[in-house]
Nanobody, 128 residues
Framework: QLQLVESGGGLAQPGGSLRLSCAGS????????IGWFRQAPEKAREGISC????????GYKGAVRGRFTISRDIAKNTVYLQMNSLKPDDTAVYYC?????????????????????WGQGTQVTVAS
């Protein structure tokens, strides 16, 4: 069984940065495609980024491409989401998720693909 724990959320000013961490335990994250999702108030949860389990392939939602970067540290069994140039529209609860199926290996991955494990989420608030 895989457990995922997100951290790194908080309050940031517009234009600021935060780095979210998704720490895995129980199993190695190396065998999973990992996705970051977010859910803003009164909106549906949406996939915003993913990283492949078999390659360094990554995917991003258009609204975050160029501002967010996903990466993984195999030794620390952790996946990160570096978020720069934050906007108030980025305010949401952010979740990481893991999938046995490598849905992030293609050129245009389906960022909302079903996953097998979820973390509990971390709040990100962008406000001045």
């Amino acid at each position: 069984q895989l457990q995922l724990v997100e951290s790194g959320g908080g309050l940031a000013q517009p234009g600021g940065s935060l780095r979210l961490s998704c720490a895995g335990s129980g199993l190695s994250l190396d065998g999973f495609a990992i996705g970051w999702f977010r859910q803003a108030p009164e909106k549906a949860r949406e996939g915003i980024s993913c990283i492949s389990s078999r390659s360094n392939n990554t995917g991003y939602k258009g609204a975050v491409r160029g501002r967010f970067t996903i990466s993984r540290d195999i030794a620390k069994n952790t996946v990160y989401l570096q978020m720069n140039s934050l906007k108030p529209d980025d305010t949401a609860v952010y979740y990481c998720a893991a999938s046995y199926w490598d849905y992030c290996s293609g050129l245009t991955p389906d960022l909302n693909h079903g996953v097998d494990y979820w973390g509990q989420g971390t709040q990100v608030t962008v406000a001045s």
